[in-house]
């Protein structure tokens, strides 16, 4: 990198370079990140796709670059992630938001405006809120929502409430540090959504590098077979439902049989339904409390 850089030039070339290095999306990775340098969006870098490129942004730029190659993930890089039409700051203390979640949204708003239309307001708890990304787009969607959302991690929790307070929703969502249900014992809910940790022990080292080495293990850690949580929510949740509540886990690919049938076993749910993502895998079990 010592010639006279244009933006389209250094595009191309580091392109070409993460391709080499194994990078899933080198084009788009390489574009947001020098969007990201240039402090403009994708569609200026296409208008000044001639622009020269100066020595301290192109400095800057090869440190990120170096950065990526190695396996760290764009979001952590950038520090953040779109949710939800949402901009959701991200860091190393909780897990990257990705798009397969927005369906808990898509499903949680369907069913308040369905089973909750005449209520003055809901409660939703969002269980193991991580960036605050569920809790921010309900908040978002829904007017009358009065959110909890809980966290183990101390790290985690701030980093929700530095979200929160950007969109200006604190006084929406009560963030708590603790554990599922937020020490909560007596207040009940119409909804609880969570994305709990799922990936079996054993398979951990099987992640790809950017998920394994960077993302909070902890946050994905789901036990010896991955439904240690969900052995825990499903049951647990029903004292924490109004009549009528809902509960909707997002969960792996291949576990829908499984926490379907955890749900069943409690016998305190009904119309329970697994439901696909946008790539027709399924991804989210709900129920109803009877």
Known sequence: MTANWTILK??????????????????????????HVLEMDRTHLYMNFDKPVLKTELSAFKELVKRRAKGEPLQYITGCQEFWSVKIMVDPSVLIPRPDTELL?????????????KEEFVEILDMGTGSGALAIAFAAELK?????????????VMTAEKNIEAHALSSNITVLEGDLFGGQADKTFHLIVSNPPYIPTGKLDDLQTEIKDYE????????EDGLDYYRIIVPDSRGHLKSGGWLMVEHGEGQSEEVRDIFKKTGYYESIEALKDLSGIYRVVKGRSV
């Open 105 to 117: 949204v898509e499903e949680g708003i369907r069913e308040i405006n369905k089973s909750f239309a």
């Open 10 to 35: 250094l595009i191309r070339w580091t392109s070409d370079y993460f391709a080499g290095k194994g990078v899933g999306t080198p084009r788009l990775d390489a574009e947001l990140l020098l969007a």
């Open 216 to 223: 909070p293990l902890s946050a994905l850690d789901g036990g």
């Open 144 to 156: 009358k929502a009065r959110i909890t959302a809980v966290d183990k991690s101390k790290k985690a």
